[in-house]
């Protein structure tokens, strides 16, 4: 096995394989070994409350973050997103980087879903349900993995600590407007969409250091997806979420 080969286990496969194994094990925590003990035995509560604080003007509102964390709205704003990135600052580690914590969220997602079977919140649900579990939620996982890797990478270009903050306080919000969200539109429970922020959060970090770390020695030669002269990002890159 090559040097590349070897580096791409150790450092996305084996930790996306590790991150599966957790969300799993947080799922059956949740349905099965924890149903009766608090706070899981609230969740209702908290479901019926959104619910029962629904109106016109927030409906609006809440429909708004759900269609920024659609599957469609997600593959687009991606493939912009990293088209831009590409085109600004010729190179592709960026923009690798973006699309592969997206892309990782995404399947940790859908093969969580095939073992974790959980009914959705006992509320009016105000949208179509898909063929999936209700753990974890799609929307807030993707979100946070497309957004919180937008505020890494635009944090990290900023000459300034208020234009840093400013960044991540924009783009962090949007992945928490997509969690109340989906809890008050009745489509996830509390901890549906905790467990999202793990999934999301985890890939921007698994792939910020296994893509951004410019120290990182792929195989005999540094990764070319840089150019002399770019910033260094340390193994630690923040990853929110």
């Given at each position: 096995?090559?040097?590349v ?51 016109s ?106 234009a840093?903050?400013?960044?991540w ?18 489509m ?10 793990v999934?999301?959060?985890?890939c921007?970090?698994i ?35």
């Amino acid at each position: 096995m090559s040097d590349v080969a070897v580096q791409i286990a150790r450092r996305v496969l084996l930790p996306v394989a590790l991150l599966f194994a957790v969300m799993v094990g947080l799922g059956l925590l949740v349905t099965r070994v924890l149903t009766h003990t608090w706070p899981f035995t609230v969740e209702d509560a908290v479901n019926r409350e959104f619910a029962g604080d629904r109106s016109s003007g927030w409906n609006d509102v809440s429909l708004v973050f759900s269609t920024l964390a659609s599957t469609q709205m997600i593959v687009v704003v991606t493939v912009l997103a990293a088209l831009v990135l590409r085109l600004v600052l010729h190179r592709w580690r960026e923009p690798i980087f973006l699309c592969a914590a997206v892309s990782a969220q995404a399947l940790i997602f859908l093969f969580t879903t095939m073992v974790i079977d959980r009914n959705r919140p006992a509320v009016e649900h105000m949208d179509a349900s898909p063929p999936t579990s209700s753990f974890p939620s799609g929307h807030t996982s993707a979100a946070t993995a497309l957004y919180v890797g937008l505020a890494v990478l635009l944090a990290l270009r900023a000459r300034s600590t208020p234009a840093k903050v400013t960044w991540w306080t924009l783009l962090v919000l949007v992945p928490v407007g997509v969690a109340l969200t989906r809890m008050y539109r009745g489509m996830h429970h509390p901890s549906d969409v905790v467990a999202s922020f793990v999934n999301g959060g985890t890939c921007v970090a698994i792939m910020a250091r296994a893509v951004l770390d410019r120290t990182l020695t792929w195989g005999r030669a540094k990764l070319s997806m840089s150019r002399p002269g770019d910033d260094v990002t340390p193994a630690g890159a923040p990853a929110g979420g």
